[in-house]
């Protein structure tokens, strides 16, 4: 199986915790989709759950509407970008999977990766400290890495002669 594996340049990083902090007022769950352009494995843009389901967040926690995926895919379509991972807070410093984020992810495909955030990204998260990553392997089976595993970096710095 191949490794997956993820970048998102930090001001795109900032943008998108930024925004999460903001829909989630500190008091409820907020999240959104992660897109790259083609097959490559750079996060270019991000669109919130609420975006494209107004209601998504209305209970709480996170419950995305199949009628949103309509819109998303004529995004991505006219875009030329696809589906890499998805995002969304917890309330506490805990970041684990609860059941219904192990039984019902987002996109359903194998390689697909979701990142919970901790404090529903209230605290300062310039870095991937305490965000859980998981990588879905399909038939609801999750695998679980680490923030040193290498699996998804934020780009800090542009590399020379690129």
């Known amino acids: 199986m191949r490794k997956a594996k993820l970048k998102i340049k930090y001001p795109l990083w900032e943008q998108l ?5 903001g829909r989630g007022h500190g008091k409820r769950e907020s999240g959104a989709l992660l897109l790259a352009k083609g097959q490559e494995n750079e996060i270019v843009r991000f669109i919130c759950y609420d975006d494209l389901d107004p209601h998504a967040f ?13 819109p998303l ?10 589906v890499v991972a998805d995002v969304h807070t917890h309330p506490s410093g805990w970041t684990g999977q609860s059941s219904s984020d192990t039984y019902h992810p987002i996109i359903h495909q194998a390689g697909h990766m979701a990142l919970i955030v901790p404090h529903f990204a209230m605290k300062n998260q ?3 400290r305490g965000v859980g990553i998981y990588e879905y392997l399909g038939a609801y089976q ?11 970096k934020i780009i800090r710095y542009a590399k020379r002669n690129q």
């Open 58 to 70: 209305d209970t709480g926690i996170v419950r995305f509407d199949t009628s949103g995926f309509i």
């Open 142 to 152: 999750w695998k679980t890495w680490t923030r040193y595993s290498g699996i998804f």
């Open 17 to 21: 915790i930024a925004e999460l902090r």
């Open 126 to 128: 310039k870095t991937l």
């Open 73 to 82: 895919w004529k995004i991505c379509q006219a875009e030329g970008l696809q």
